[in-house]
């Protein structure tokens, strides 16, 4: 279906159909046991991969797109109609949330080591940066890294990290400078290195088909070709990408948040009750309308936010707000849609009931919305 945005190329556009035509091909009808297993097989990842799928974002000098943004923005969307979050962010976090990371901090020699794989879904990644102690806050991460030799010697525990237990590269970060709040460095730790290993497989109320892990360095020793950036401007480093992650996390939410829709418009057409169907109850038809006017002002939001980094200007204000806003509505959207499936919205066959469960997230993953709202009430001060 064609978008009426203005920020919509037909590039743009062709990547958003083309999106959502391999989810309702390759995922719509998967999705179930996937969530049984917990796990995103890998044959879909490389099949993403064998597509260009996995590149939008990575210059062509590197065998990708070399696109901005907006390309994210269309890409979340579009991972969204697959209704199963839990796949959506298994490839986000490869290819926006840890893959931003390898690009704009990594040397030429790491390029070439790891992107070929990144690339091609052979090589998925995780960024590990939350911590029991520490999550919006990355400044208070307590993982700490020392020199020692031709390398670094990494000690911490990282937790509510997708794509650690069965991806193969961790970007991690650690305290390498005890003076310095801020004096934290990323590392590139591949998976089976002595040491890193994940303790704990972690069950969550959605999202059920991502997995996600705790994981401990016990004494990981990695070499200084795998420091990732620059000693100590890590933090950074982190920052640089968090408005790309929050985008995306908006952008697979208000997918969803469509098809939820879609589904319950269907749903009270069809549903008799009290002498015609659901949707002729105007509490309901006018709510479902006022629903769709929240979507469709939080999308174009996002698509704006987008297009501000996509010209190189500071959005953090901008993005910080959809995130916080999107992120609500999203979840009030999906209320309302379990509520208007009555009795059936509550079955665990149903996919709306699924849906509401993957979005209850949204507004802690990435950002909460209440540390978004200090990020633009920041801003908003007068000097």
């Known amino acids: 279906m064609t978008r009426r945005n203005a920020y919509m190329t037909d590039e743009l556009q062709a990547i958003y159909d083309h999106t959502v035509e391999f989810v309702q091909k390759e995922v719509m009808a998967h999705g179930e046991s996937w969530e049984e297993a917990g796990r995103v097989p890998r044959e879909v990842l490389l099949k993403m991969g064998e597509l260009g799928m996995l590149g939008l974002r990575v210059p062509e000098e590197w065998g990708g ?28 976090v490869h290819t926006d949330m840890a893959g931003p990371h390898l690009l704009n901090s990594g040397t030429r020699e790491q390029l070439e080591r790891w992107m070929p794989g990144v690339l091609a879904g052979e090589t998925i990644l995780s960024i590990g940066v939350s911590e029991p102690d520490a999550g919006s806050d990355v400044a208070g991460i307590r993982t ?8 670094w010697r990494i000690n911490g525990t990282k937790t509510f990290i997708t794509n650690s237990v069965y991806g193969d590269l961790t970007i991690v970060a650690a305290r390498t400078d ?20 994940v303790s704990k497989k972690l069950d969550k109320h959605g999202w059920r088909c991502s ?7 016990d004494d990981v020793w990695v070499p200084d070709d795998q420091l990732l950036g620059t000693p100590h401007r890590g933090f950074h480093e982190i920052m640089r990408n968090f408005q790309n992650e929050r985008m995306v996390l908006v952008g697979m939410g208000v997918g969803a948040a469509q098809v ?24 309901i038809r006018q709510r479902m309308a006022m629903n769709q ?4 002002a939080v999308r174009a939001s996002m698509y704006h936010a987008a297009w501000i980094g996509e010209q190189g200007l500071d959005g953090v204000k901008e993005m910080s707000g959809v ?7 999203i979840n009030q959207v999906m209320y309302d849609c379990v509520q208007f499936h009555g009795g059936m919205g509550y079955m665990r066959e149903s996919a709306i009931e699924r849906m509401a469960r993957d979005a209850r997230v949204l507004p802690i993953g990435g950002g909460a919305t209440e540390v978004m709202l200090e990020e ?5 001060v007068l000097s």
């Open 211 to 217: 997995d996600t892990g705790e994981l401990v360095l």
């Open 376 to 380: 633009v009430a920041k801003r908003s």
């Open 293 to 296: 006017a929240k979507i469709d």
């Open 260 to 283: 939820a829709i879609d589904m319950t418009l269907a749903y009270t057409q069809e549903r008799r009750a009290f002498g015609g169907t659901l949707f002729d109850l105007g509490a």
């Open 65 to 92: 797109l070399g696109l901005g943004p907006l390309a994210s923005a269309a890409f979340s969307e579009a991972l969204g109609a697959s209704t199963f979050a839990g796949f959506d962010v298994t490839v986000l």
């Open 144 to 151: 700490r890294a020392r020199k020692d030799g031709a390398g």
């Open 323 to 329: 995130k916080a806003l999107g992120a609500e509505m």
């Open 178 to 197: 005890s003076e310095d709040k801020y004096g934290i460095s990323m590392f590139l730790v591949p998976k089976g290195t002595e040491g890193f290993s």
